[in-house]
Structure formats: structure tokens, C-alpha cells
């Protein structure tokens, strides 16, 4: 009898082990199935954008539309190269945005600082103040943007495009928040030992600091050089358009050539491509360390 309970016993624990894999797996598939469609939803734009670079204009505006082609050619980065001044439009895109990501990580980091490690009048208020801006969407200010730029006789020049840019709300919460969660002690050590303020955040936070400071490089080296509206009201000529500025008055002037405009696109997103695949590693750190809570 007990011997029977026994062998009863282990084929109900047998029983539940094969059903506890069984699920786990059908469980594993299913997940690996949702990620791969999400994966294939967020890729198809891009690879729809890069196929269709190297398509001729008949298999880019047929109908039913058809994700490969029969033929493809050159042609189109050929076209958007002599059309319109592409390297140009690349230097001012590179001045732009990685004169403003400098600066920016550079004074984002010690406002930062200054917030979260740091004792003074009116710091909780300047804090607050940098959280309600954040709130402000830039068409409000544009056209007092505009017109400060222009009394200033900054249009049309690289400092007022990168001036008002120095310095985002953004990257001084997120290098707060990044301060905030380092440990007290290593500043304080640090001024029993003798440094100075200055020498505490250049020689202990900042390199401690690495993750979130490469994060911000690529959000900062992002938004700018996709930034479309922005560089569009505070230039005039095309020679200081930028990449997108260029590329959208480029597609008014010939709304039917879609290969070139298409092959320019790609232009403009490799980049920011390549960067990103060498600082994805800091961009998740950072992108996690800038979450904690304090």
C-alpha cells in the first residue's frame, strides 16, 4: 500500500515537472514570437526608407506597393549630391550638434552638480523653475526666439544656432538625478583629504559620472541633428541649413523626385547609426542611471 502511494506520489510530481517545462517553453515561444514581430514592426520603416534609396522612381510610387525591386541604382544619392549642397548641409549639421552636445554636457553636468551635491539660496526654486521649462514646448517661444536672434544680428550664424541650445532642462535633471544617486561619503572623504569643490566634481563625480555623460551625448547629438524646426527659423540662406532643414526645403522643391529625397534621409541617419551602435552600452546604463530615485 505505501509502496503503491509512493510510485502514486512521484507520478504526480512527474507529472507536474513535465507540464512546469512544457508551459515554460510554450511560454519562451510566445515571447520570442511578440518579439520578433515588435522587432519587424520597428525595423520595417527603416528598411522600407533604405530599400527604397537604391529603387528607381516607377517601383517608389507603384501601386500596390512592393517591398524589393526588380532593379535598383545609384542614382538617387547620385541626384540629392549634385541637386543640392549635401556637404554643406553636413558640416552645419556636425558644428551644430557637436558644438551644442560639448557645451551642453559641459554645463548640464555642473548645474547638476551644483543641484544635487551642493548647498545654496534659491536652489530649490532655480530646480523647480528648470522642471516647469521642461513643461514649455518650443513653439511657444520660437518667434520670441526669433526676434531676440534677430535684434542680436545672431540669424544666420553658427552662435545663434548653438546659444540657445547650451543648456537643456532635460540633461540637468538627468545629470541630477545622476548625482544624487552617487554615495555621500566620496565627497566627503574627499574634502577631509583637501579638495576643493571643483577638483571633488572634475576628479571623482565626473568619471564616476561616465555612463550617464554618454547618454546624454547621444540624446543631446540626436535631438539636434534630427532638429528640423529649429534650425529652420534661425536660418535664412541655404548655406547654414542644416541636413534636415536642407532636405525638407529640398522635398518642396521636388516633391516627386521620393528616391533622392529618400537616399538623403539615409545620408542624415547614418551617423547617428554608427554612434550609436560603439555608446549603446552607456546609453543603457545611463539611460537606467538617470531613473533612480533618490
Known amino acids: 500500500m505505501e509502496a503503491r502511494t509512493a510510485d502514486t506520489t512521484e507520478l504526480v510530481d512527474s ?5 512546469y517545462h512544457r508551459n515554460k517553453v510554450i511560454k519562451s515561444i510566445i515571447f520570442k514570437i ?52 549635401l556637404l554643406g548641409y553636413v558640416k552645419n549639421t ?44 518650443f513653439m511657444v517661444y520660437m518667434i520670441p526666439l526669433f526676434i531676440e536672434m534677430n535684434k542680436m544680428n545672431l ?31 566620496l565627497d566627503e572623504a574627499a574634502r577631509l583629504d583637501g579638495l576643493n569643490e571643483w577638483r571633488i566634481f572634475t576628479k571623482i563625480m565626473l568619471p564616476l559620472s561616465k555612463p550617464t555623460l554618454m547618454a546624454l551625448a547621444v540624446f543631446t ?17 541655404s548655406s547654414m541649413r542644416t541636413l534636415p532643414a536642407g532636405l525638407a526645403l529640398f522635398t ?18 547614418l551617423p547617428l547609426f554608427i554612434i550609436y ?4 552600452k552607456y546609453f543603457v546604463q545611463g539611460s537606467a542611471m538617470s531613473g533612480m530615485k533618490e
Open 34 to 85: 511578440i518579439m520578433s514581430l515588435l522587432i519587424l514592426i520597428v525595423v520595417f520603416p527603416f528598411l522600407w526608407l533604405l530599400l527604397s534609396s537604391f529603387k528607381y522612381e516607377k517601383d517608389i510610387i507603384t501601386y500596390p506597393p512592393h517591398i524589393f525591386s526588380g532593379k535598383y541604382t545609384f542614382q538617387n544619392y547620385i541626384k540629392v549630391w549634385d541637386t543640392i549642397p
Open 94 to 137: 556636425v558644428i551644430f550638434a557637436g558644438a551644442t552636445m560639448l557645451i551642453s554636457l559641459v554645463l548640464d553636468s555642473m548645474t547638476g552638480y551644483a543641484l544635487a551635491r551642493m548647498e545654496f539660496k534659491g536652489k530649490t526654486a532655480f530646480y523647480y523653475f528648470v522642471m516647469v521649462s521642461m513643461m514649455i514646448p
Open 277 to 280: 551602435i560603439f555608446a549603446q
Open 252 to 269: 518642396g522643391q521636388h516633391i516627386s523626385f521620393y528616391g533622392p529625397v529618400m537616399a538623403g534621409a539615409v545620408i542624415s541617419m
Open 221 to 237: 547629438l540626436t535631438n539636434n541633428w534630427n532638429d528640423l524646426l529649429y534650425p529652420l527659423i534661425l536660418t535664412t540662406t
Open 15 to 19: 507529472t507536474k515537472k513535465s507540464n
Open 155 to 185: 540669424l544666420d550664424t553658427y552662435t545663434g544656432l548653438i546659444v540657445p541650445r547650451a543648456t537643456t532642462a532635460f540633461g540637468i535633471f538627468m545629470m541630477r538625478s545622476n548625482f544624487v544617486g552617487l554615495p555621500r561619503d
